[in-house]
């Protein structure tokens, strides 16, 4: 049985835990060992995907008064706030790594299995045959992509990757409330009616992961190394108007 570390951090402000995430993704580039990391942010923060332009958050008021963040993978910007983030890196030549959609889905269909366990019977998104809108919604969880968690027609959950230096890196998000900084947004206790709590939740998709991947965890803190590598590169990008405002 193969084994995956784990690490779980308390919450953190936007910046920096995209460095850790960056940081992480580096290890396991040079440890050639998967790594999952679930998180959540302090204060509630909007994080722009990679290629999305800074300017048009002008156009959802409601979350304008939260920090800004640029992500390293791509997608829709994202409040978080009533949600779990998840990171999840493995080595290039990994079987999870090819083809690209092998990791949205497992990582998805495992969390379809997680929320059964409180009734909740969520569905991946059939493959898009529409002609795509010129102009996507601004906001991740108002799109819709092959592969998405729905729950009554709803997006609860969706996930980007980016690839490079002999690491795929995935990030997710589950949206479990409705947040007042995005309104219009109904989340897995929304729609379900059930008291769903985060780290149940996560327990409850962790043990969903083993199972399917017939891996162990190894639960283990952020190494010296990670953590002065994650403060470089939170001064260095993350904290940096060039960064978050590059488009």
């Keep these: 049985m193969n084994t995956w570390r784990i690490v779980q951090c308390p919450a953190r402000r936007g910046d920096w835990n995209m460095a850790v995430d960056e940081a992480l993704a580096e290890s396991v580039a040079a440890r050639g060992e998967c790594c999952l990391r679930f998180y959540s942010w302090e204060p509630a923060t909007l994080s722009l995907g990679y290629f999305q332009s800074s300017a048009n958050r002008d156009t959802h008021p409601a979350s304008r008064d939260c920090p800004l963040v640029r992500r390293a993978t791509g997608g829709g910007a994202i409040v978080h706030d009533r949600e779990i983030t998840y990171s999840f890196a493995a080595p290039a030549d990994s079987p999870l790594a090819t083809p690209a959609p092998a990791l949205y889905r497992l990582l998805h269909q495992t969390l379809i299995r997680a929320l059964n366990h409180w009734r909740l019977s969520a569905t991946l998104c ?43 890196m995935q990030h997710g998000s589950v949206l479990l409330g409705r947040s007042p900084a995005a309104p219009e947004l ?14 149940e939740l996560v327990a409850a998709w962790r043990a969903e992961l083993a199972g399917q991947c017939q891996v162990c965890w190894r639960s283990d803190p952020l190494g010296t190394d990670e953590l002065q590598r994650a403060e470089q590169l939170a001064d260095q990008t993350y904290r940096q108007a060039e960064w978050t405002h590059r488009r």
């Design 126 to 168: 059939a493959p898009i045959t529409s002609k795509p809108p010129a102009v996507e919604p601004f906001l991740c969880f108002q799109r819709r992509a092959d592969g998405d968690v729905l729950l009554d027609g709803w997006k609860i959950a969706g996930s980007a990757q980016r690839r490079r230096r002999g690491v795929v």
């Design 186 to 199: 109904p989340g897995v206790v929304d729609l379900g009616g059930e008291v769903v709590i985060a780290a």
